[in-house]
């Protein structure tokens, strides 16, 4: 394939959110150094995915996925691991994979362009007949992913997997629906007091002089006592201990934690996208020409209160302050405009 400009979810979004955020991001290839620990977490749940669909025991993925995620706090790392461990319990483990490709890259060129080529890489996709697969996509989020929830109706119309769908297809496979497979985020913290316990598994009560206080026969007291002056000895919650009590709770509950929902290929949709996808690259090819003339002002902003909150440029962008690539500001860098490839 000849040089092109390469087109992914990540940077259709962007263009269709805010033409600066596609500026500094897939023109200049300014990303901050630091990556947003959403980001590193969905990556680190995405390699603990890929261990599981290769056939892989939850001890192997969680040591997969504690690796790719070693500069995550204790906390974070504790999460991902009583998660794990529920969706292990929840699904079990796969013992005879089915799986065809798992983060597969595709490109390949796009009908009514010259200049641009569609490119990503998709999750997982598996067999579900003779000549038929599915897209498998497995999603992290704190929203509420329950059976009523708003978070189904936005999935249903989806641009990432759309571009995911065609990429398979160029790879010449057929797909015929799509099952996302969605994990929430757990919503319970660490705590910051419980009881210590001995090695027996005991709470330890202690007197006001700090020794530690028994019954009358002879075994350890289990409660405290505000009169006598006796407390239960407490320390906060242990990343070990909270990873335990995630995963019960996962247990208790497994349905507010984990949904898979299977949704079909609408091929009205898929010719929908089509064509907005051409019309951005246009709009791209028409940004790029403006820009000979006026700069970087041809990429305009569009500042919205929950789009500049969340977004990584927002701290010079709203200033109106210029970035040059050669000397980038504190906290980014220049680096690859489409980081979830390999080759750019």
Not at 38 to 63: D, F, V
Not at 164 to 191: A, F, M
Not at 314 to 336: K, M, R, S, T, Y
Request: charged share 25%; glycine share 6%; aromatic share 10%.
């Amino acid at each position: 394939m000849e040089r092109r400009q390469l087109i992914t979810a990540s940077s259709l979004n962007s263009i269709a959110n805010c033409g600066r955020e596609y500026y500094y991001r897939y023109v200049l290839g300014l990303r901050p150094i630091e990556d947003n620990i959403n980001l590193r977490i969905g990556t680190a749940w995405h390699n603990a995915m890929e261990a599981r669909w290769q056939g892989k025991p939850y001890e192997e993925s969680l040591e997969i996925c504690v690796d790719k995620a070693a500069d995550l706090d204790e906390h974070t790392l504790a999460s991902l691991s009583g998660l794990l461990a529920g969706y292990y319990q929840h699904y079990g483990a796969v013992t005879e994979p089915e799986t065809l490709m798992i983060e597969q890259e595709f490109k390949y060129k796009i009908d009514g362009s010259l200049t641009f080529a569609s490119a990503g890489k998709i999750d997982c996709l598996i067999r579900t007949g003779e000549k038929t697969f599915s897209l498998l996509e497995h999603k992290t989020t704190a929203e509420d992913i329950s059976d009523s929830s708003f978070y189904w109706d936005r999935l249903r119309y989806n641009v990432q997997l759309f571009q995911y769908i065609l990429g398979v297809r160029s790879l010449g496979y057929t797909v015929d629906k799509i099952i996302y497979d969605v994990t929430r985020k757990p919503t319970i913290q660490p705590r910051q007091s419980v009881p210590k316990l001995d090695e027996h598994g005991l709470k330890i009560v202690q007197d006001e002089a700090g020794n530690r206080v028994f019954n009358a026969n002879g075994a350890p007291r289990q409660t405290g006592d505000t009169k006598q002056g006796y407390t239960v000895l407490t320390a906060p919650e242990t990343p070990e201990e909270y990873a335990t009590r995630l995963f019960e709770d996962t247990k208790e509950r497994p349905e507010f934690y984990f949904q898979r929902k299977e949704i079909a290929v609408l091929e009205q949709d898929i010719e929908v996208f089509q064509d907005e996808r051409l019309e951005k690259c246009k709009q791209i090819l028409h940004l790029q020409n403006r820009a000979k003339k006026v700069g970087d002002a041809a990429w305009t902003r569009n500042v919205t209160y929950f789009g500049c909150r969340i977004c990584a440029y927002n701290a010079f962008c709203l200033q109106g302050v210029a970035v040059d690539a050669g000397n980038p500001p504190p906290g980014f860098e220049i680096g690859q405009k489409h980081s979830e490839l390999s080759d750019n």
